[in-house]
């Protein structure tokens, strides 16, 4: 089974509020909500790979030194194992505006399970509420 890295980061706001995108139509898995991040590409860091996501899909900058590592979700899918280091970011430059048609919500802790989510990004939840 081909192994999949992805790195995320959960964007905390001033509020304690983590930030979740919404999978567009026409993506796998669309209509579940996620952590921001996406595909490391060859010879780019987990950390590089998150800042280079967070311009291209919710149009921010931010910085290695901005990204703490929290956890990591190790996942099989049907035709992929997942593995994503996930980070927090609680800095950033530029509004967090959608570039991909995606919607996004400000979700407080308690509530990131009213939230349907892929199944890897799940036992995430637990580590987020507890951490914040």
């Known amino acids: 089974m081909k192994t999949v890295l992805v790195s995320a980061v ?3 706001d001033r509020d304690g509020r983590v930030l979740l995108a919404k999978r567009p139509k026409g993506k796998p898995m669309a209509g579940l909500w996620e952590f921001p991040g996406g595909k490391v590409e060859p010879l780019e860091t987990p950390e590089n790979a998150l800042i280079r996501e ?3 899909e ?4 931010t910085w290695s030194s901005c990204l703490a590592p ?8 049907e035709d992929f194992h997942l593995l994503m280091p996930v980070f927090i970011c609680r800095k950033w430059d530029g509004i967090i505006t959608p570039q991909e048609g995606q919607k996004l919500a400000w979700v407080e802790p308690r509530k ?15 580590v987020l509420r507890d951490f914040l």
Not at 70 to 77: C, E, I, N
Not at 112 to 126: F, K, Q, S, T
């Open 10 to 12: 959960a964007l905390i």
């Open 54 to 56: 967070l311009k291209e």
């Open 58 to 61: 919710i149009g921010i900058d």
């Open 70 to 77: 929290l956890t990591f979700a190790s996942h099989s899918y």
């Open 112 to 126: 990131l399970r009213d939230y349907p989510m892929p199944a890897a990004d799940v036992p995430l939840i637990a």
